[in-house]
């Protein structure tokens, strides 16, 4: 099975506003760096989606890394999704859980493989972690001005 490292980074422009993701996949010496973005989202839903995106793009069952400096998305995949699930995809509060679309396409896409979430401090000084955020805030740049066009 093929060891792939993933660093991931969502951001947005106001919250919501125009939003960007990034993903950077390591294989031995080959990178592939992923974009993407939505005029009008959150900064949740960014996380999410370079999870999505990166997860998505593996053709085969890897062993994965995923690094990510957004509790939400580590947390959530570690600590909080199989306890949405026991209770119908309700909060602690009983309240739905937010994001469930996303959250569902992401359990999915990550079943398929071996994945190890890592938390990382955001703006640290990780190379591959600040190189994430630039480029998400890039893509998050490009759908808001391709919303005003």
């Known amino acids: 099975m093929k060891a792939i490292t993933i660093f991931t980074d969502g951001a947005c422009i106001g919250n ?3 939003g960007g993701y990034a993903a950077i996949l390591k294989y031995n010496s080959h990178e592939k760096v992923l974009q993407g973005g939505d005029p009008r989202t959150t900064n949740q839903r960014m996380e999410l989606m370079a999870a999505i995106a990166a997860l998505s793009a593996l053709k085969e ?3 994965v890394e995923l690094i990510s400096d957004a509790q939400y998305l580590v947390r ?3 600590e909080w999704v199989g306890q949405w699930q026991a209770k119908g995809w309700r909060n602690g509060r009983g309240r739905p859980v937010e994001n469930r679309d996303l959250w569902e396409k992401l359990v999915s896409i990550a079943g398929k493989h071996q994945v190890k979430w890592t ?4 703006h640290n000084g990780h190379p591959e972690n600040e190189r994430c955020d630039r ?3 890039e893509a998050a740049h490009r759908s808001g001005n391709a919303a005003r066009t």
């Open 135 to 137: 480029l998400a805030n």
């Open 119 to 122: 938390w990382i401090r955001g």
């Open 61 to 63: 069952p890897c062993a």
């Open 16 to 18: 919501p506003g125009p």
């Open 76 to 78: 959530g995949m570690t």
